[in-house]
């Protein structure tokens, strides 16, 4: 596998330095400074590429150039966007980057009631817990309709949760939910937040999933003209929340995915966290199923809770089987006769950066360092044994 690392560009705690000391070989980030729905230019990519490569590593992969909320829609201005998108396509192609990773998730990126969970070992992680995001939504968001999304039982631990929450604690979730990270949303306010949510109603599963087939079938043309392989990311977590709809959570949902337009550059991001999350998902036999759509790899774990609640655990331990996992992935690879990017993800905030307060949550160097070199062993493991 090649591997990779996130960063976020020049204002990250995380320096490309840091970086290459890791022992990453590639660099996956994106332009955070570009709004959401204009065009990537291509000096400003450029002078990213520039900069990643004077340190001696590669942009392996973009993630993300966001898609704008009217083309989830399909609303307003959403064709000039995607006129935009296919723009970005091609002036990222002429700069030699030939990777983009996105995701369709409505309003929000990845969502998380806590950010620096603490574990029995010191570090914190980040945890999504399903009581208090029904306290979030009833009592915090007050969003209509929430008594449909939830069960009675969770409901009824919900109320007793709130009622023990300290003034402090409510606003930690409330940050915790409307945190954006750069390149997504900035942060947002709940009237702000309320309204966006607003807009998708009446967007059924179905809707969303139309959305995105017309999506792909402008833009996948244009990458796959210049090079281009897309990589879709799955929804995390991969249930609906606040009302809204998920639609990337399980095999079905990438087997419509890869049937929308049948291109070489129509793929996916394989995320075993966002994955993983889902029971219902066996990893080995969706990688084994969509080898040849597989574009990129986020190896990360969770621990599943019975109540639908999860946290993310070390990158070898948890509720999926990285063994396997990365087993079925060299498979692939040896098939395909590729290196497919990989990067460790949502690392533990852990050592000297539990004193980093500059660091995106998930993202601090020492956890993910720990979590490649572990990566790192058990791929070498594998391979060994099997020669």
Request: charged share 25%; net charge negative.
């Given at each position: 596998?090649?591997?990779?690392?996130?960063?976020?560009?020049?204002?990250?705690?995380?320096?490309?330095?840091?970086?290459?000391?890791?022992?990453?070989?590639?660099?996956?980030?994106?332009?955070?400074?570009?709004?959401?729905?204009?065009?990537?230019?291509?000096?400003?990519?450029?002078?990213?590429?520039?900069?990643?490569?004077?340190?001696?590593?590669?942009?392996?992969?973009?993630?993300?150039?966001?898609?704008?909320?009217?083309?989830?829609?399909?609303?307003?201005?959403?064709?000039?966007?995607?006129?935009?998108?296919?723009?970005?396509?091609?002036?990222?192609?002429?700069?030699?980057?030939?990777?983009?990773?996105?995701?369709?998730?409505?309003?929000?990126?990845?969502?998380?009631?806590?950010?620096?969970?603490?574990?029995?070992?010191?570090?914190?992680?980040?945890?999504?817990?399903?009581?208090?995001?029904?306290?979030?939504?009833?009592?915090?968001?007050?969003?209509?309709?929430?008594?449909?999304?939830?069960?009675?039982?969770?409901?009824?631990?919900?109320?007793?949760?709130?009622?023990?929450?300290?003034?402090?604690?409510?606003?930690?979730?409330?940050?915790?939910?409307?945190?954006?990270?750069?390149?997504t949303v900035d942060d947002l306010t709940i009237p702000v937040f309320k309204e966006m949510?607003?807009?998708?109603n009446g967007i059924s599963h179905q809707q969303l999933k139309e959305n995105l087939s017309?999506?792909?079938?402008?833009?996948?043309?244009?990458?796959?003209?210049?090079?281009?392989?897309?990589?879709?990311?799955?929804?995390?977590?991969?249930?609906?929340?606040?009302?809204?709809?998920?639609?990337?959570?399980?095999?079905?949902?990438?087997?419509?995915?890869?049937?929308?337009?049948?291109?070489?550059?129509?793929?996916?991001?394989?995320?075993?966290?966002?994955?993983?999350?889902?029971?219902?998902?066996?990893?080995?036999?969706?990688i084994e199923k969509f080898a040849e759509k597989i574009h990129f790899l986020h190896l990360?774990?969770?621990?599943?809770?019975?109540?639908?609640?999860?946290?993310?655990?070390?990158?070898?331990?948890?509720?999926?089987?990285?063994?396997?996992?990365?087993?079925?992935?060299?498979?692939?690879?040896?098939?395909?006769?590729?290196?497919?990017?990989?990067?460790?993800?949502?690392?533990?905030?852990?050592?000297?950066?539990?004193?980093?307060?500059?660091?995106?949550?998930?993202?601090?160097?020492?956890?993910?360092?720990?979590?490649?070199?572990?990566?790192?062993?058990?791929?070498?493991?594998?391979?060994?044994?099997?020669?």
């Amino acid at each position: 596998m090649k591997q990779t690392f996130r960063w976020f560009g020049v204002n990250d705690s995380v320096k490309l330095a840091d970086i290459k000391q890791a022992g990453a070989t590639g660099v996956v980030t994106a332009l955070h400074h570009i709004k959401n729905g204009e065009i990537w230019e291509v000096e400003e990519i450029q002078k990213v590429k520039s900069l990643i490569e004077s340190k001696g590593l590669e942009w392996s992969f973009i993630e993300s150039i966001p898609i704008h909320e009217n083309i989830k829609l399909r609303t307003g201005d959403y064709l000039k966007r995607i006129e935009n998108y296919k723009q970005s396509i091609k002036n990222v192609a002429a700069c030699g980057v030939k990777n983009i990773c996105y995701n369709f998730m409505p309003v929000l990126d990845w969502t998380r009631t806590h950010l620096f969970w603490n574990l029995e070992d010191g570090s914190t992680a980040l945890r999504f817990d399903k009581v208090e995001m029904a306290v979030f939504e009833k009592y915090i968001m007050k969003r209509d309709g929430v008594e449909k999304s939830y069960t009675s039982e969770i409901l009824a631990q919900a109320k007793n949760r709130f009622l023990e929450m300290t003034s402090e604690e409510k606003q930690r979730l409330e940050d915790s939910i409307l945190k954006g990270l750069p390149g997504t949303v900035d942060d947002l306010t709940i009237p702000v937040f309320k309204e966006m949510i607003a807009q998708y109603n009446g967007i059924s599963h179905q809707q969303l999933k139309e959305n995105l087939s017309f999506f792909l079938n402008e833009v996948i043309p244009v990458a796959e003209k210049n090079g281009v392989k897309m990589a879709i990311h799955p929804d995390d977590p991969p249930m609906d929340i606040m009302g809204l709809p998920r639609i990337i959570k399980s095999e079905s949902d990438l087997e419509d995915l890869v049937n929308f337009i049948d291109s070489p550059s129509n793929g996916i991001t394989f995320c075993t966290g966002s994955l993983g999350a889902n029971s219902a998902n066996n990893l080995p036999k969706m990688i084994e199923k969509f080898a040849e759509k597989i574009h990129f790899l986020h190896l990360r774990n969770v621990k599943r809770e019975a109540d639908g609640s999860f946290y993310e655990d070390n990158h070898l331990e948890g509720s999926s089987d990285m063994f396997e996992i990365v087993k079925a992935v060299l498979k692939v690879e040896k098939n395909r006769n590729i290196q497919l990017p990989m990067r460790p993800d949502h690392g533990h905030q852990m050592l000297n950066d539990l004193e980093n307060n500059k660091a995106y949550a998930g993202y601090t160097a020492i956890g993910r360092l720990r979590g490649l070199a572990e990566l790192r062993g058990l791929e070498l493991g594998i391979k060994n044994s099997i020669n």
